[in-house]
Structures are given as C-alpha cells and as structure tokens.
C-alpha cells in the first residue's frame, strides 16, 4: 500500500512537472505609456499643463467672455482678471438699470462663470454706466 501511494505521488510530481515545462501561449495585454518625455504622467491628469487638454489662461478668458456675452448681451465686460483661484470680473450694465436688476445680473454672472469655469471663484462687480 505504502509503495503504490509512493508511486501515485511520484507520477503526480512527474506530471506536474512536464506541466510546469510546457511554453505557455499567451500574449501580454499591459499597455505602455506614451513617450510624451512625462511618463506618462498627461494621461492620467488630464488638467495638468502638459496635456492637449488643458485650458491656458487665455482660453479661460475667452470661455468666461463668452458665457457672460450669452447670458448677458446688454451688459459689456469692462475687465476679466485672474489672480490664482479667483476671477476678478467687472461689468458694465445700462445706465438706468435699477439695483435689483444690478443684483440679479451680478448673480447671473457669478453662475454662469461658476459653470463655464469651475476652477474659478467669480468675484463679480456690476455698475450701470
């Protein structure tokens, strides 16, 4: 009993074995970063400024003028700036617009730029000029 069990086992050991030996066929699925001189590292933060994607501070300019524009057609952009998170706005609304409307303009703005530029805390000015 205890020689057919040391046989057994020794033809599993063998068996395995030849297993273990044979070359496997199979290809590699892992994926290589581009040679973009980062790594990588523009594909997997598509905000960074290395990146196609990635707005310039011009851009950000031209979104901002744009959403007010549509939003607000009456009202001119006097000055768009930017200083790190904030966006410095003013606009210039009719002259004989009442508070009110200054007000509700001054919250459009500040909503609308919120959603075109979200990286932006929109310091918004309005005067009726």
């Known amino acids: 009993m205890l020689r ?3 046989v057994l086992l020794s033809a599993a ?5 030849i297993a273990a030996c044979q070359q496997q066929k199979f290809t590699k699925n892992s994926a290589t970063h581009t040679r ?3 790594l990588g590292i523009t594909e997997t933060n598509p905000n960074m400024p290395l990146s196609a994607s990635f707005r310039t ?3 950000d300019l031209r979104v901002m003028q744009n959403a007010i524009s549509q939003r607000f057609p009456n ?3 006097t000055s768009i700036s930017l200083n790190g998170p ?8 009719p002259a004989h617009t009442s508070p009110e409307e200054i007000e509700r303009i001054r919250q459009g703005a500040a909503e609308a730029l919120a959603f075109a530029a979200p990286r932006y805390n ?5 005067t009726a000029k």
């Open 57 to 59: 501070y011009p851009d």
């Open 4 to 6: 057919s069990l040391a």
């Open 75 to 77: 009202v001119s952009i």
């Open 122 to 126: 929109a310091n918004v000015t309005v």
């Open 36 to 38: 973009d001189g980062a």
């Open 86 to 93: 904030t966006a410095y706005v003013r606009l210039n609304a």
């Open 13 to 17: 050991l063998a068996l395995s074995g």
